[in-house]
């Protein structure tokens, strides 16, 4: 069983224009689009779905899901960042 403070990447299911799809992140990204989704009243599946539509095709899925949920908390629409480990 996988702890809550666990680090590692975790694989999640979605469904993107009626496919289903796994993709791995971090469960901090995880927690940062689940918020995403809920500020703007979607679903997750509905928010990653309008991600992937947006990307450029030589970008991953993962890495633009990732890159929106940065892009969200540096617009500081995100949730109060957390103390954690500093630089290096």
Do not use: Y
Request: hydrophobic letters at 35%.
């Amino acid at each position: 069983m996988t702890r809550p403070d666990d680090p590692r990447p975790r694989k999640g299911s979605l469904t993107l224009s009626g496919h289903r799809t796994s993709v791995t992140l971090e469960p901090e990204f995880w927690e940062v689009l689940r918020e995403m989704a809920r500020a703007r009243g979607a679903s997750l599946n509905a928010l990653a779905a309008g991600i992937d539509a947006a990307r450029p095709p030589e970008q991953g899925l993962a890495s633009a899901l990732r890159v929106a949920a940065l892009r969200w908390v540096r617009q500081g629409a995100g949730p109060e960042p957390r103390p954690g480990p500093g630089p290096g």
